[in-house]
């Protein structure tokens, strides 16, 4: 089974930071990776996949680079939108999910 | 628009069995891998199942293989979840998700879930 290791588990920062939450594969995934943002009580939003490519709708503040084991999600200028936990996914070999970032208000 | 509402969930007893529905709209299941995803309280993300978009293939994480079973209904527009053998470790909130594509795929609708809770 493929293990997601996501860092840090919780990040604290201030609207108009910039933030970096990186995802390690334990194993080569090529670029086959997605990022979901998750609010409390709500349904995870798909914002990139195949690693860097932007899903309809989400801003450009949102980037994401990586493949093979290490990938990394960025938000130019957090937003007070932005206050959520983070998922990292590989879908090389089934689906598994990263442990989540949660990125709160400092 | 694409819409996916879950339902079925409720408080059942261990060794018991439930059935989760997902009604789709916006498109055809047929069309689509769709999965089975779930989340403890205050807990992260797990992939449960996939059923393939010709329904050919299903995919069981090990944590529910052999008690679950991923199924559809092409003229209902619906995903099934039957799980048996329900465990105290299997609650958490359900939710269904559409896959981006047909294969190699993320999740990119996903439906409001519904909760289960496993408790004697």
């Known amino acids: 089974d493929i293990q997601m290791t996501q860092s840090p588990s919780t990040l604290s920062a201030s609207v108009g930071d910039r933030v970096t939450i990186t995802c390690r594969a334990s194993q080569s995934i090529d670029n086959w990776l997605a990022w979901y943002q998750q609010k409390p009580g709500k349904a995870p939003k798909l914002l990139i996949y195949e690693a860097s490519r932007l899903d309809s709708g989400v801003p450009s503040r949102f980037s994401g680079s990586g493949s093979g084991t290490e990938f990394t999600l960025t938000i130019s200028r957090l937003q007070p939108d932005d206050f959520a936990t983070y998922y990292c996914q590989q879908y090389n070999t089934f689906w598994t999910f990263g442990q989540g970032t949660k990125v709160e208000i400092k | 628009q694409v819409q996916l509402v879950e339902s079925g969930g409720g408080v059942v007893q261990p060794g018991r069995s439930l059935r989760l529905s997902c009604a789709a709209s916006?498109?055809?299941?047929?069309?689509?891998?769709m999965h089975w995803v779930r989340q403890a309280p205050g807990k992260g993300l797990e992939w449960v199942a996939v059923?393939?978009?010709?329904?050919?293939?299903?995919f069981y994480a090990d944590s529910v293989k052999g008690r679950f079973t991923i199924s559809r209904d092409i003229s209902k527009n619906t995903l099934y979840l039957q799980m048996n053998i329900l465990r105290p470790e299997d609650t958490a909130v359900y939710f269904c998700?559409?896959?981006?594509?047909?294969?190699?795929?993320?999740?990119?609708?996903w439906g409001q879930g519904t909760l289960v809770t496993v408790s004697s």
């Open positions: 059923i393939s978009y010709d329904g050919g293939n299903k």
């Open positions: 998700a559409k896959a981006l594509y047909t294969v190699v795929t993320p999740f990119d609708y």
């Open positions: 916006g498109f055809s299941v047929t069309n689509y891998g």
